[in-house]
């Protein structure tokens, strides 16, 4: 069984973090490599000094073989 990870994210209505503006969802992928999901989620958390507002996570998806 093998992974595929994900880059998801946004801008926030608040720091809570709790909601997601509308509009503003941003989904990449999906890498077959780690590292290559971390140099995603690198370039988007820090292209032209971000609002304190948009956050990036990295999610796993386990693939079945």
Known sequence: M???????GGEFRDCE???VV??????SGPF???VK???EWQRLTFRDHRGATER???CV?????
């Open 32 to 34: 077959n490599d780690e």
């Open 2 to 8: 093998g992974q595929r990870y994900w880059v998801i």
């Open 17 to 19: 973090f709790d909601e």
């Open 37 to 39: 999901a971390r140099m």
């Open 61 to 65: 998806e386990p693939v079945r073989l």
């Open 56 to 58: 990036y996570t990295i």
């Open 22 to 27: 509308p509009g503003t969802e941003e989904i």
